[in-house]
C-alpha cells in the first residue's frame, strides 16, 4: 500500500510539473536560450525530479506491473489543471478518455 500512496503523490507531482512548464512556456524564447532558466520551468523540472525520486522509492515497495499505471492519473490531475488553472477546453471524448484511464489505474493497482 505504501507503493500505491507513493505513485499516487507522484503522478500528482507529474502534473505540477507540466503545469509549471506549460506556465513558464510562454516565457520561452528559443533565440534566448537564458529564457530556458525562467522560474516556473526551473520549477517544473525540480518537481519533475522530486516526481522521478519518489518513483524510484515507490518501486522498492510494490510489483512494477501493479505501481506503473498508477503514474497515469496524472492524465486525471491534468484534466483538472488544465480547466482550472488555464481555462481550456475539454471535450466529452477528453473526459471520457480520461475517466476510461483512472478506471485501468484502479484495476491493475489493485488486483491482488
Request: some cysteine.
Amino acid at each position: 500500500m505504501t507503493g500505491v500512496l507513493l505513485m499516487v503523490a507522484c503522478s500528482i507531482l507529474v502534473a505540477l510539473g507540466a503545469a509549471l512548464l506549460k506556465r513558464g512556456a510562454d516565457a520561452v524564447d528559443l533565440a534566448r536560450p537564458g529564457s530556458l532558466a525562467n522560474a516556473f520551468v526551473v520549477g517544473g523540472v525540480l518537481v519533475y525530479l522530486a516526481s522521478f525520486a519518489l518513483n524510484v522509492v515507490a518501486f522498492r515497495s510494490g510489483d512494477l506491473v501493479a505501481l506503473t499505471p498508477i503514474i497515469e492519473l496524472s492524465l486525471v490531475w491534468n484534466l483538472a489543471v488544465s480547466v482550472l488553472a488555464f481555462r481550456e477546453k475539454v471535450t466529452r471524448r477528453t473526459i471520457a478518455g480520461t475517466l476510461l484511464v483512472l478506471a485501468g489505474t484502479i484495476v491493475m493497482a489493485f488486483q491482488q
